[in-house]
């Protein structure tokens, strides 16, 4: 059984002719012989009734992490129902399932929780039966039965979870471009779609900032060694390629440019070199994320985001040091396996900002990537700066 995973976004399941886009994609997978499962994601955006933010705000907050799971899993459940009905009108068998039903185990991590197992007995038994099944995104189910969520990004991690699962010939990740590009197509409008990535490089780039895939989906792909295809909606071409490829060239340094906005840059100064350990179990028990770190005698250095960055604050408020925030900043990057062993990558980086006048704040780097702290303002003249500079181009 030729089983493929095909996962669909909020935009593109919020109206019907959308819903009507998604149908024909599906149906274009079981003309080429495959038995498809389709993950999709709760309707539309912020202010639109079954989104999940709306949920959350109609919350309000008061709710306990538990509930707020129970409410936030119907967006997807209701994406999943209508979806469904939209594939039985044109007359296939289909079957709706929760990410329970569809036997997602996870841990008890409400609002994030990180898949631990599948048992995909259900869903063997409905292809088996010729059904089509479309699965809730974004949750799953503790052993005990209570509801959970995935966190950002969770449908994504769902669709390769379940291909891996399935041993899924390949997982097809719709969104509203063509594929991978070499820079946001909003700031950058010659980007260009990536035919072809590494499970490696299309990590780094969803870490530091690639919206297209969630990166705990690609690990997830790339230890069940899950091709992923990320394709637009509209589009007409294969989209890009994700898999064990081999795509460092003589001629290309850089595969694309990223950049994440909303960041708060962390200076701590301190005279006793003890502090050092505390500061990071500190910000560790607190489960807050921080990035760029820089560490030398007297003076750590780091960024979080600008919405933990009160919570990191009073974390480190007590100690023995000046604490100084500021906000505003955002991480802009190049990434590339081609970069590795390279010299002068890092002076081409600087000397490309200069040029257009962006001040480099904070510096970290990689086999693969290069990553500044930049102003904010600076961000997207940084990004068209780099991709000049590396001509970052698809292959």
């Known amino acids: 059984m030729r089983v493929i995973v095909q996962k669909f976004g909020g935009t593109s399941v919020a109206t019907s002719e959308g819903r009507e886009k998604c149908r024909r994609r599906v149906m274009e997978s079981i003309e080429r012989g495959y038995r498809p499962v389709v993950v999709v994601s709760a309707m539309g955006r912020k202010g639109q009734p079954y989104a999940t933010d709306t949920l959350i705000d109609l919350a309000g907050g008061i709710v306990g992490e538990r ?9 997807e459940i209701i994406s999943a129902v209508v979806f469904c009905r939209v594939l039985r009108e044109k007359g296939y068998p289909c079957v709706a399932l929760t990410g329970g039903q569809a036997g997602i185990i996870t841990d008890s991590s409400y609002t994030n929780a990180r898949i631990l197992k599948i048992v995909p007995d259900r869903l063997n038994k409905e292809l088996a039966d010729g059904k089509i099944v479309v699965v809730a995104g974004f949750q799953g189910m503790t052993a ?3 509801i959970t969520t995935l966190g950002r990004g969770g449908s994504d991690t769902t669709a390769t979870a379940l291909a891996a699962a399935l041993k899924a010939e390949l997982a097809e990740i719709y969104t509203d471009v063509d594929g991978v590009m ?13 035919t072809r990535l590494s499970y490696q490089e299309i990590m780094e780039m969803a870490h530091l900032g690639a919206k297209v895939i969630h990166p705990r989906a690609v690990e997830i792909a790339m ?5 992923l295809a990320v394709k637009g909606l509209d589009g007409q071409g294969n989209g890009t390629l994700i898999g064990n490829y081999h795509t460092v060239t003589a001629d290309r340094v850089v595969t694309g440019i990223t950049h994440l906005k909303g960041l708060a840059q962390f200076i701590l100064r301190f005279n006793d070199e003890d502090l050092n350990l505390v500061v990071f179990q500190r910000l560790g028990n607190a489960q807050i994320s921080i990035d760029l770190i820089q560490v ?36 802009v990057s190049a990434v590339g396996g081609g970069m590795r062993g390279v010299p002068g990558v890092m002076a081409r980086v600087v000397a490309a900002l200069n040029r257009v006048g962006v001040k480099i704040h904070q510096t970290a780097d990689s086999h693969t990537n290069i990553s500044c702290l930049v ?10 700066a780099l991709h000049d500079e590396f001509n970052a181009r698809a292959k």
Do not use: H, Y
Request: hydrophobic content about 40%; glycine content about 8%; charged content about 30%.
């Open 375 to 384: 102003e904010e303002s600076d961000a997207e003249k940084a990004v068209r």
């Open 67 to 75: 509930e707020l799971d129970l409410l936030m899993s119907c967006g």
């Open 296 to 331: 030398n005698p007297g003076l750590i250095a780091f960024t979080v985001l600008e919405s933990a960055a009160e919570k990191a604050r009073n974390v480190l408020g007590d100690l023995p040091m000046e604490v100084e925030v500021r906000s505003g900043f955002a991480k």
């Open 144 to 146: 005990e039965g209570e």
């Open 223 to 227: 230890e069940g060694q899950v091709p």
């Open 182 to 194: 070499t820079a946001d197509p909003r700031v950058v409008p010659e980007a260009q779609v990536l």
